[in-house]
């Protein structure tokens, strides 16, 4: 049996939340955050392959996060996502890449083998 990656999903919108994570359970394990400070605490500890972040969230922005991150955990591949307002550059932001809502999941996938395929060891 080949095991689940562990991936950090975080969004305060619970209905992309759930519909995300019933996606992406299928061939992953899936830790969920409603916004940066809550994505923030989860790293207590563990490790993730891969994190996908809305960008406009209370408390702590997508943004922030994926800032505190780069500091913490260089290598780890980010998703950002976003469907609000104009999206910023890519190089900007420091993810690996930025998904505009509404997504196909097909996209998804696609951008999760890509990053997954090149992350260094």
Known sequence: MTQKL????IDDSEATLEGL???LSKKSEVVTAYNGFDALREFDGKA???IIT???????SGFGLISS??????????IAMTGW???PRVEELKSDTLLLKPFDLEELDRCMDKLLISKPL
Do not use: E
């Open 48 to 50: 993730f392959d891969l």
């Open 6 to 9: 562990p991936i950090l999903l």
């Open 54 to 60: 809305d960008l406009i969230m209370p408390v702590v």
């Open 21 to 23: 994570k019933s996606y």
């Open 85 to 87: 307002g104009h999206p």
């Open 69 to 78: 991150l780069r500091q913490q955990h260089p290598r780890t591949p980010i």
